[in-house]
């Protein structure tokens, strides 16, 4: 089993900061350059598009586009086009599309047809050659380098920063922007030791992730992680839907993680964080206080669009942790692959 230094997973989740700090310099000019071609086409919406982590990252890029721009986002299921064969009527809207290896046959086939629908497609990849970017009308690297372990996380985190940016040079948001250029210092310091919740994690058979916003996209790759890494069943849920339901699954003594933000959202997470504990769970809080519950010491960004980002790479740290305490290899987890092609 590999430890802290060894761990492929954990070494390349740290690389964010640096990876993050380089691509405010190679991405400006695609950046500004994309940022153009909206603007003369002024989309009525945007679509994403993509799997897994990438879905996620896409989920986070879908609010903060639109608290940002303002225009309303979509996800389409890539299998409205690979598996149904229906074509998308995209014309005039912006098609963003996610994927580190850009090489999934569905994602290029949706791209494909999104492009002969008469959108404007933009493909975010970690991989300059692959059939996703060579398709795109606009290809914008991600900038991670390299990355070997199966879980993805320093992809995941340069794909939130790279849509951030664009949200920026859009609106020309001094705050973001000032945000952004933070953002790696903050990083440097996400590394803080989430170790109080590895008890409860270690021995649980079910954990929740409660965010909201922006949160919404960084609580799904954490419940994808604990899943992948963990082998831990976990699922991600919106404070605004405990209430809705999701509650009666909670029994005593389950974990969750408690994303809360310096921001509108606030008061209606901390109110599913004290719901959750009436109810028996063991609440941990990152950035959301909660008397009873355990706090996550998480470094504070300032800006309600960068946090979940700080918030995703120290929960990276623990979930290498937990995979270990758990007794797996965090690098190699079972049954699963880099590189994913799907239909």
Same mark, same amino acid.
């Given at each position: 089993?590999?430890?802290?230094?060894?761990?492929?997973?954990?070494? *390349?989740?740290? *690389?964010?900061?640096?990876?993050?700090?380089?691509?405010?310099?190679?991405?400006?000019?695609?950046?500004?350059?994309?940022?153009?071609?909206?603007?003369?086409?002024?989309?009525?919406?945007?679509? !994403?598009?993509?799997?897994?982590?990438?879905?996620?990252?896409?989920?986070?890029?879908?609010?903060?586009? *639109?608290?940002?721009?303002?225009?309303?986002?979509?996800?389409?299921?890539?299998?409205?086009?690979?598996? $149904?064969?229906?074509?998308?009527?995209?014309?005039?809207?912006? $098609?963003?599309?996610?994927?580190?290896?850009?090489?999934?046959?569905?994602?290029?086939?949706?791209?494909?047809?999104?492009?002969?629908?008469?959108?404007?497609?933009?493909? =975010?990849?970690?991989?300059?050659?692959?059939?996703?970017?060579? =398709?795109?009308?606009?290809?914008?690297?991600?900038?991670?380098?390299?990355?070997?372990?199966?879980?993805?996380?320093?992809?995941?985190?340069? !794909?939130?920063?790279?849509?951030?940016?664009?949200?920026? +040079?859009?609106?020309?948001?001094?705050?973001?922007? %000032?945000?952004?250029?933070?953002?790696?210092?903050?990083?440097?310091?996400? %590394?803080?030791?989430?170790?109080?919740?590895?008890?409860?994690?270690?021995?649980?058979?079910?954990?929740?992730?409660?965010?909201?916003?922006?949160?919404?996209?960084?609580?799904? +790759?954490?419940?994808?992680? =604990?899943? #992948?890494?963990?082998?831990?069943?976990? #699922?991600?849920?919106?404070?605004? +839907?405990?209430?809705?339901?999701?509650?009666?699954?909670?029994?005593? %003594?389950?974990?969750?993680?408690?994303?809360?933000?310096?921001?509108?959202?606030?008061?209606?997470?901390?109110?599913?964080? *004290?719901?959750?504990?009436?109810?028996?769970?063991?609440?941990?809080?990152?950035?959301?206080?909660?008397?009873?519950?355990?706090?996550?010491?998480? !470094?504070?960004?300032?800006?309600? =669009?960068?946090?979940?980002?700080?918030?995703?790479?120290?929960? $990276?740290?623990?979930? +290498?942790?937990?995979?270990?305490?758990?007794?797996?290899?965090?690098?190699?987890?079972?049954?699963?692959?880099?590189? !994913?092609?799907?239909?």
């Amino acid at each position: 089993m590999t430890d802290d230094i060894s761990s492929i997973m954990a070494r *390349e989740a740290r *690389e964010a900061a640096h990876r993050i700090a380089c691509q405010a310099r190679s991405a400006a000019d695609p950046i500004a350059d994309l940022a153009a071609r909206i603007r003369a086409l002024d989309p009525p919406a945007m679509i !994403t598009c993509a799997r897994g982590s990438s879905d996620h990252a896409a989920l986070f890029g879908k609010y903060s586009w *639109e608290i940002g721009v303002g225009t309303p986002v979509a996800s389409l299921g890539p299998s409205i086009v690979s598996v $149904y064969g229906k074509p998308p009527r995209v014309r005039g809207m912006v $098609y963003l599309t996610i994927s580190q290896s850009g090489q999934s046959p569905d994602l290029v086939e949706a791209a494909r047809a999104a492009k002969a629908g008469g959108a404007l497609v933009v493909a =975010l990849c970690n991989t300059a050659g692959s059939p996703l970017a060579m =398709l795109a009308d606009v290809f914008i690297d991600i900038g991670a380098g390299p990355e070997q372990a199966v879980a993805a996380t320093k992809s995941v985190l340069c !794909t939130q920063s790279l849509i951030l940016r664009l949200v920026a +040079e859009l609106t020309g948001d001094a705050a973001l922007r %000032g945000a952004l250029a933070e953002l790696p210092g903050q990083l440097e310091q996400a %590394g803080q030791d989430w170790g109080s919740a590895l008890d409860a994690f270690g021995d649980a058979r079910f954990a929740l992730v409660i965010a909201r916003g922006p949160g919404l996209g960084a609580g799904c +790759e954490m419940a994808l992680k =604990l899943k #992948e890494t963990a082998r831990l069943q976990a #699922e991600c849920i919106s404070a605004a +839907e405990v209430h809705h339901g999701p509650k009666a699954a909670i029994s005593r %003594g389950t974990p969750a993680i408690l994303l809360g933000e310096d921001g509108p959202a606030a008061a209606s997470i901390a109110q599913a964080g *004290e719901a959750l504990m009436a109810m028996g769970a063991r609440v941990f809080t990152s950035l959301c206080d909660i008397p009873g519950a355990t706090p996550l010491p998480t !470094t504070h960004t300032g800006h309600v =669009l960068t946090q979940p980002i700080v918030q995703t790479a120290a929960f $990276y740290g623990f979930a +290498e942790k937990l995979a270990r305490a758990r007794g797996f290899d965090p690098d190699n987890p079972p049954s699963l692959r880099k590189v !994913t092609l799907t239909l």
